[in-house]
């Protein structure tokens, strides 16, 4: 049942084009901006710039290379469609396939919303070069001019004529025709298939239950791992016993390696039996932390004289002891696993001449490096192939996972399935940092704002601020600071990394002050980037217009200020590129708040495909609403307090608000759309509780807050 | 080790397992049926629903011998050609995101709307309670329900 097949680039190519026929078009996905070039045995021979392809095969069936991993942005499906889009193909014939991993591939990588700002224009360029070279075809073959001729649904015309031939029967012609250095592209208002809906190509696949995903694989020969890992941050092994372990039925074997007890087995179930029995002993190897420990830490770190400085405009200083006014505040969240649905997994087969990866990673490239220097196999050597992947968030950025199956795989010279359980997911460390920040606002006599401080207090984040954000360059006196806590336990990057939680804090001190000031939370903020655009203070990162519009389009959208029986909160943040603002509405039921509705306003410059964007920004408002009211993981020595969907609660179908969705339409290219959506969901949600209560949430979740635990 | 003779999707399978396997993994490991996902192995996500009997049941929970003779259906048997009026839902509403949860969605899905074919707003999101979607794809996959429930 080997359902993912190894490819190579050799492979591929022998398959589409040299012994079908047809039209095949290299070009590079990422990187370079070099042309388009026709791949045939010439030009394969010679050394060959590009990371992907589209063929058009003789019977009109158009392929389209992904080389990015797919974990549910839908990039399988909104790529093809811009290269259909310039190609003017007929979308039923395009098929989108999933690439393995090559070493030319210079950024397969799917994280920061970057998959679309870097794929844009080469994709387009990719279609219009094939339409170009089919066009030429045609126009030799009926001897006319090529500007006389027309393409449309995957045919090219020739009114004049009434000639008309289908890009099938031209493939092969179009195959010879020498590349155009440079080719016109569409003018965006005549579309047809970007910016219309188009459904996901793989749901026929994933509602049959097809075994796309990495945990799906199997191969003949392989056995099962799981690994025992330290229970809690800061420990290391002491000792093992693992006889009644390699005793249990199925076991194959227990192996120590680094930290980890790796037992082996012929099948799941087994393997999981066999861990149970499993007698490890720990100690001490760094510092055993906890979140009551956390929270005195931060208070410290609040008032250290030591931070990283890493903005200053003007003088902060003066402007406080000169203010009318100054409010101070601050906001705390906790760490936070992944959570993706499917557990962590890898398949690794090590063998003498050549390894083998298989699985579901963001970031294959790297994860290759990676192996290729702890088993000091050189790289070629390494293919890696990649599934579909059951969700990422920024976990499976990371390949801890990676490099596990692969070691145990050299270990036991054997195919290895490396599994992670979900209580391995969640306690295993990589989690989304917990952080504390305090804001200072210096508002003058007449309510404006002039001087503003930020000071982040992370664990293991760096940097736990975006300082060249808004509202950066519209405050002439304004210091941003940083101080961070190296911790054993572990981080990485969380869907939207910083900002899902600092535009939580951010938005909701921005309303506290327009409350000081006593104006209205939309009117401020416009006011404030009017300010920036008339006298700008140091870097600016967004773009004051494109924040401006989406503030003023939510507003209008949700009736902002004129609506009775609701509270109304105001939330707008920028970030990976795109602008968002929402506006949360809540009613109170039995003495609690609940949110009902979340408009929002995205402006992430053209929509490819407006059934994939709608869903990206539901998604987004979900998990952000949901993280921000129920999502903690807690430590007590070391140990994370949370270890399963029983005790770390997640958003449900019933808890969900409506979404109501828009999209600036301005024609700029393309910005991710993963991410941008979630930042401000948190801040829209606590500020329409304020105004609902008057009670401000300044710590996530809100769910332990004494507003919804009245007792 | 056990011989257990299990009736899944209207063919008789045959395994040799120790008699507590839950089910998910007798179907994933030993039968190679993996459209019955792993989320969470504790009966608290979904993503392993199978009907048995007729009803949703998390699999990753419920041993192998406590099956007998029940009638085992799993996502890749809920019909022949993937064109179960809930299946054809998911894709006319385009829910799938990552799609790791949606097998499980289906199946408690098309149990409720066996039971229920005309379930309101509320009956929905208590059937669905059970079943997680880390990415958030619930506004879509409560609207597909609705969407098969009027075709039916
Ligand atoms: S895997 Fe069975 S309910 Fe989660
Ligand atoms: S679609 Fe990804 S978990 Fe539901």
């Not at chain 1, 001019?145 to 006389?148: H, L, V």
């Not at chain 1, 300044?698 to 332990?704: E, G, T, V």
């Given at each position: 049942m080997s359902t993912l097949n190894k490819t190579s680039r050799r492979d591929f190519i022998k398959i589409t084009s040299?012994?079908?026929g047809g039209l095949v078009l290299g070009f590079s996905w990422f990187g370079t901006e070099a042309a388009p070039v026709i791949l045939n045995k010439a030009s394969l021979a010679g050394d060959v710039n590009f990371n992907s392809y589209l063929s058009i095969a003789t019977d009109g069936t158009i392929t389209v290379f992904s080389p990015n991993p797919e974990l549910g942005q839908n990039v399988m499906t909104s790529f093809p469609m811009i290269v259909a889009e310039e190609l003017d193909?007929?979308?039923?014939k395009v098929k989108a396939v999933q690439a393995p991993?090559?070493?030319?591939?210079?950024?397969q990588l799917t994280g920061g919303s970057g998959a679309i700002p870097h794929s844009w224009k080469r994709l387009r360029t990719a279609g219009a070069t094939a339409r170009y070279l089919l066009i030429a075809a045609a126009a030799k073959k009926w001897n006319v001019?090529?500007?006389?001729c027309t393409t449309a649904n995957s045919f090219v015309l020739h009114s004049k004529t009434g000639n008309k031939l289908s890009y099938g029967e031209l493939a092969e012609e179009a195959s010879k025709i020498t590349v155009p250095a440079d080719v016109p592209l569409k003018n965006?208002?005549?579309?047809?298939?970007?910016?219309s809906s188009v459904k996901n190509v793989e749901n026929k696949n994933i509602a049959t239950g097809k075994g796309m995903f990495g945990l799906d694989f199997y191969r003949e020969g392989m056995v099962y791992a799981m690994i025992q890992r330290p229970?809690?941050?800061g420990t290391k092994i002491k000792?093992?016993?693992d006889a009644a372990a390699k005793a249990m039925?199925?076991?194959i074997d227990v192996i120590t390696f680094k930290n980890n007890v790796a037992v082996v087995g012929k099948s799941t179930w087994e393997v999981m039996k066999a861990r149970k029995v499993l007698k490890v002993e720990y100690e001490k190897d760094g510092n055993i932390e906890s979140t009551a420990g956390h929270n005195q830490l931060f208070i410290s770190m609040l008032n250290s004289d030591k931070p990283t400085e890493r903005r200053k405009d003007g003088d902060v200083e003066t402007a406080f002891k000169s203010a009318a006014k100054v409010i101070t505040s601050e906001y705390q969240c906790p760490f936070l696993p992944h959570s993706p649905m499917e557990p962590m997994n890898f398949f690794a087969d090590v063998r003498a001449d050549e390894v083998e990866l298989i699985g579901a990673t963001q970031t294959p490239g790297s994860a290759r490096t990676a192996v290729s220097k702890l088993l000091n196999?050189?790289?070629?050597k390494i293919s890696v192939t990649i599934t579909r992947l059951?969700?990422?968030?920024?976990?499976?950025?990371?390949f801890d996972f990676v490099t596990e199956a692969a070691e145990l795989s050299s270990i036991l010279k054997k195919p290895v399935k490396l599994i992670w359980s979900k209580e391995d997911d969640m306690t295993g460390g990589s989690y989304r940092p917990a952080v504390r920040y305090r804001f200072e606002a210096a508002l003058d006599a007449?309510?404006?704002?002039?001087g503003y401080k930020l000071r982040g207090a992370g664990i293991?984040?760096?940097?736990?601020?975006?300082?060249?954000?808004?509202p950066s360059g519209a405050v002439d006196n304004l210091l941003i600071e940083t101080v961070d806590h190296q911790s054993p336990i572990t981080t990485g990057a969380w869907?939207?990394?910083?900002?899902?939680?600092l535009a939580f804090a951010e938005q909701s001190f921005i309303d506290e002050v327009a409350m000081a000031a006593g104006k209205d939370p939309v009117q401020f903020r416009l006011d404030l980037l009017q300010k920036a655009r008339t006298t700008p203070v140091g870097a600016?990162?967004?773009?004051i217009d494109r924040m401006e519009t989406v503030i003023k389009t939510a507003a209008e959208k949700s009736g902002w200020g004129t609506k009775k029986g609701v509270s109304q909160g105001f939330s707008v943040y920028f970030s990976h590129q795109s602008y968002v603002a929402q506006v949360g509405e809540v009613v109170m039921k039995d003495g609690k708040p609940v949110l009902k509705k979340v408009y929002a306003v995205s402006d992430?410059?053209?929509?490819?495909?407006k059934s994939g964007a709608l869903q990206q920004v539901m998604g987004a408002i979900v998990d952000g609403y949901g993280h921000a009211m129920y999502g903690k993981l807690s430590f007590k020595d070391g140990a994370p307090e949370q270890t399963n969907f029983h005790n770390y609660r997640m958003i449900r179908m019933k808890e969900i608000p409506e979404v109501e969705a828009y999209f600036i339409d301005n024609g700029i290219d393309p910005t991710g759309l993963g991410e941008p959506a979630l930042p401000p969901t948190g801040g829209a949600v606590a500020n329409a509780i304020f105004k609902a209560t008057g009670i401000r949430l300044?710590?996530?979740?809100?769910?332990?807050e004494k507003l919804f635990n009245p007792a | 080790m056990a011989a257990f003779t299990l009736q899944i999707n209207g063919k008789e399978y045959k395994t040799d397992v120790a008699?507590?396997?839950p089910l998910l993994w007798v179907l994933r490991d030993?039968?190679?049926?993996?459209?019955t996902k792993y989320g969470?192995?504790?009966?608290?996500?979904?993503?392993?629903t199978v009907h048995i009997d007729g009803n949703p049941v998390r699999?990753?929970?419920?041993?192998?011998?406590?099956?007998?003779s029940a009638k085992v259906t799993t996502i890749e048997g809920l019909s022949k050609n993937g064109d179960h009026p809930v299946q054809l839902a998911w894709d006319e509403v385009d829910v799938p995101q990552c799609g790791y949860c949606q097998a499980g969605q289906i199946m408690t899905a098309a149990a409720l709307l066996k039971r229920n074919?005309?379930?309101t707003q509320q009956q929905i999101e208590d059937a669905m309670h059970g079943n997680l979607c880390r990415c958030g794809a619930y506004h879509r996959i409560r609207e597909a329900i609705q969407s098969a429930s009027k075709k039916l």
């Open positions: 040299l012994t079908s193909a007929d979308w039923s991993l090559d070493k030319k591939f210079d950024r001019d090529p500007g006389e965006r208002k005549d579309f047809k298939i970007i910016g229970t809690a941050f000792s093992v016993d039925p199925g076991i196999i050189p790289e070629e059951g969700g990422g968030f920024g976990r499976r950025l990371k007449s309510g404006n704002l002039i293991n984040v760096g940097n736990s601020t975006r300082e060249n954000n808004f869907r939207a990394p910083v900002t899902n939680f600016i990162n967004y773009n992430c410059g053209e929509v490819i495909n300044k710590q996530q979740p809100f769910i332990d | 008699a507590d396997t030993h039968l190679g049926l993996v459209g969470c192995g504790i009966a608290q996500c979904g993503a392993c699999s990753c929970t419920l041993p192998v011998s406590a099956i007998k074919p005309k379930p």
